[in-house]
């Protein structure tokens, strides 16, 4: 049951780098008369994190396990490392616990589909944090596409150039395919899902291609334990070999990409590079009456549309500015944040799909499954239609634990 004022009480599970989207809670709180919801407990199983549970929550419960929550919390943000998704989700939804689950939903389809499943067995709120959806210059994209400037779309190519890869990605638990999979996955379900969202369907095939082509050649590797990327993160890190102190096991791709096809026939293909010194994504969409393509991804950036013939042309026929925050992505954060809130809280649908969740970790899974097995196409398997029904069906009122409602439903303590 909630708070005696009504207040959503919320938990952190995981006080690493990317818990700082909890911060958001506050602020959407203070922003919605309406919206009553208070980060109330931390969850860490590391001393350190549970520290800086301490310093960011004065006053919260802190706790070593995320079992620890039930019957203290109404929701629970979880920013867990990846390979730890699928079985925090599943424990927190089992104890009615909704979930704002960081994206990627699962490292694996199976486990991504046993945590749908879970939700709708239980009936308990699932949100995945896809926040790039409300990125601005993804809104913009998708205005410009249902205003039919461009017509019906037919293909959607992007090229992603990640300047920081070797930082984020090659220095931690990210480089280890154990814990990602692949970062055709864990980096790409951003660009996987805002494919499928531009083109208008989920992926049914994929073909992916890659390899470790530069940080496998470095051989300063050290364990940072205990460590966050802000201890590591300099721009002075340049050249890509000349980096220092990679995490022991690298074994991920730094260059991979993957072809498409949709369910509704659309063509698509996803190219990531880990070592380029510019860090943006590049979008093109191309329709039966014209193409757009995005020249930057956040604030200061521009859309450029092409309707009509001619030869090479950088100025387009018309262009659109991109709102939002000049770097990262904060503003897409609050809006995600808010909706899950409001979600939990009040009721309301979310825009946000864990059907388009599993979208991405298919397309981003079954890539690196046919890029390790010689290129082979590999096919999206079905999710069970029930668990398909309960996500397509209306929402409820705002979420109360099963118990508060039915006085049959058994207990839902979890033991550690």
């Excluded at 930057?296 to 659109?320: F, I, L, P, S």
Aim: proline fraction near 5%; charged fraction near 20%.
């Amino acid at each position: 049951m909630r708070a005696d004022d009504g207040t959503l009480r919320v938990a952190v599970i995981g006080m690493g780098q990317r818990s700082a989207i909890a911060g958001h809670v506050a602020e959407a709180s203070a922003a919605d008369p309406a919206l009553r919801a208070e980060v109330v407990a931390v969850a860490d199983v590391t001393e350190a994190g549970r520290e800086r549970g301490r310093a960011e929550y004065p006053g919260a419960t802190v706790v070593e396990h995320h079992r620890d929550l039930a019957g203290v919390v109404d929701a629970a943000i979880v920013t867990t490392p990846d390979w730890t998704h699928a079985e925090i989700a599943i424990d927190l939804l089992r104890a009615g616990i909704a979930v704002y689950l960081e994206k990627p939903l699962a490292i694996t389809v199976e486990d991504a589909d046993a945590v749908l499943n879970t939700a709708a067995e239980t009936g308990t709120p699932l949100y995945v944090g896809h926040n790039f959806r409300h990125a601005a210059v993804v809104r913009l994209m998708r205005q410009v596409i249902e205003r039919g400037e461009i017509g019906e779309v037919k293909a959607v190519w992007v090229r992603h150039f990640v300047g920081n890869g070797g930082d984020y990605y090659f220095k931690d638990w990210h480089a280890d395919r154990t814990k990602v999979n692949s970062l055709l996955l864990q980096k790409a379900s951003h660009d996987l899902d805002v494919i499928h969202a531009l083109g208008g369907g989920d992926t049914a095939r994929v073909v992916g291609m890659g390899s470790l082509s530069v940080y496998g050649d470095v051989t300063d590797r050290r364990d940072r334990s205990g460590e966050l990327m802000g201890d590591w993160f300099s721009f002075d890190n340049w050249p890509p070999l000349a980096q220092t102190g990679l995490n022991p096991v690298v074994d991920v791709e730094d260059v991979s990409m993957v072809m498409m096809t949709l369910d509704n026939g659309v063509q698509a293909s996803y190219e990531q590079c880990h070592f380029t010194p510019d860090y943006w994504r590049n979008y093109t969409v191309i329709g039966t009456e014209g193409r757009l393509e995005n020249i930057g991804d956040t604030g200061g950036g521009v859309v450029k549309v092409w309707t009509h013939r001619r030869g090479w042309d950088t100025a387009g026929d018309r262009e659109y500015p991109i709102d939002g925050v000049e770097d990262g992505h904060a503003d897409a954060d609050l809006l995600t944040m808010t909706e899950f809130l409001r979600s939990v809280a009040l009721g309301e649908p979310a825009q946000l799909s864990p059907i388009a969740a599993r979208a991405a970790v298919a397309a981003g899974a079954l890539a690196t499954r046919s890029l390790r097995n010689g290129s082979v196409p590999v096919d999206v398997p079905p999710l069970p239609a029930a668990t398909i029904a309960h996500f397509a069906a209306p929402v409820h009122p705002a979420h109360t634990h099963p118990s508060d409602t039915d006085p049959s439903h058994p207990s839902q303590t979890v033991t550690s």
